[in-house]
């Protein structure tokens, strides 16, 4: 199987559209939206609530229209939240579960070792 295609590395733009548009120009741009709004939905149904929160807002401006895409959002998602790969993600969980806090003054960054592990793996593919 080839290399998996990362739709982040490329601009994805919705179809140009205006007042002036004709109806088939109309047709391509709702249609586009629509077809992301299917993609986002995907990125975000399983998420957790405070990431879900943290997302910027799909849509804006005078007429509240769309203003990001899904690879928008799938990329926000990657700063943000991911690891970034399976193998990252196994050796994160390694690091983790192999903690031990023997003194008092271990704790604090025991807990902070956890806590930042669980955002970087909540974005895991």
Same mark, same amino acid.
Request: hydrophobic residues 40%; contains cysteine.
């Given at each position: 199987? *080839? =290399? @998996?295609?990362d739709p982040? &590395?490329?601009a994805?733009?919705?179809p140009?559209? %205006?007042f002036d548009s004709s109806?088939?120009?109309a +047709?391509?741009f709702?249609? #586009?939206?629509a %077809? %992301?709004e299917?993609? =986002?939905?995907?990125?975000?149904? $399983?998420? !957790?609530l +405070?990431? !879900? %929160?943290s997302l910027?807002?799909?849509? *804006?401006g005078p #007429? =509240? ?5 899904a690879c928008?959002?799938l !990329?926000? @998602?990657k $700063?943000h #939240?991911?690891v *970034?790969s399976?193998v990252?993600a196994?050796f994160?969980t =390694?690091?983790? #579960? ?5 003194? @008092?003054?271990?704790v ?5 070792a956890w806590? &930042?592990?669980?955002h970087?793996? !909540? *974005?895991?593919?």
């Open positions: 199987m *080839g =290399d @998996l295609i982040t &590395s490329h994805i733009l919705p140009h559209y %205006n109806p088939e120009e +047709e391509t709702c249609v #586009f939206w %077809n %992301n299917i993609a =986002d939905y995907v990125l975000i149904r $399983k998420l !957790a +405070e990431i !879900a %929160n910027p807002p799909k849509r *804006g #007429f =509240d229209m769309p203003i990001h895409t928008d959002t !990329a926000f @998602l $700063k #939240f991911s *970034g399976m990252t196994e994160t =390694d690091r983790v #579960f192999a903690m031990t806090v023997t003194t @008092l003054n271990q604090a960054p025991y807990i902070e806590r &930042s592990a669980v970087q793996l !909540a *974005g895991s593919p």
